[in-house]
């Protein structure tokens, strides 16, 4: 998987064409856009300005994710949390690493819907 992230990296950088996306991971095309759109998502959550931003942009996507499978029921919900307590590890990750602590953050992770929101896709 990690000659593919590479792939996928230059083959946005560069914007390739997906046929040559594609053949350069050995895939299918709708696997590949598949791999593309997940890579994209991954970057903005690792590239975040800090750890609050990335926790938050990794919950919008899950959030967004479950409402597009069909979040309908209990079952679903248990997905949710969990895929949301993985964005915490993760944010406690971030912060361990940067020797920082969780109340840094405060402001960011408490941010109102109408305060500036990130630009999708940036």
């Known amino acids: ?3 593919t992230v590479l792939v996928l990296e ?6 390739w064409p997906l046929a040559r996306t594609a053949k350069e991971i050995d895939s299918k095309p709708e696997a ?13 959550i690792v590239d975040a300005e800090n750890p609050a931003e990335s926790f938050r942009t990794g ?3 899950s ?18 949390v ?3 307590c993985y ?15 969780l109340a840094q953050y405060s402001n960011e992770l408490r941010r109102e819907p ?7 896709g940036k």
Do not use: C, N, Y
């Not at 590949?32 to 903005?44: D, N, V």
């Open 32 to 44: 590949a856009t598949e791999l593309i759109e997940s890579f994209k998502r991954a970057k903005q």
């Open 114 to 120: 109408d305060d500036e929101l990130p630009e999708e």
């Open 87 to 101: 964005r915490a590890a993760d944010l406690g990750f971030l912060i361990k690493q940067e020797g920082t602590s």
């Open 59 to 61: 919950v919008r996507f």
């Open 10 to 15: 230059k083959a946005t950088s560069e914007g």
């Open 63 to 80: 959030i967004k994710d479950a409402v597009a499978s069909g979040f309908h029921d209990e079952k679903a919900i248990e997905t949710l």
């Open 1 to 3: 998987m990690p000659d």
């Open 82 to 84: 969990t895929q949301i």
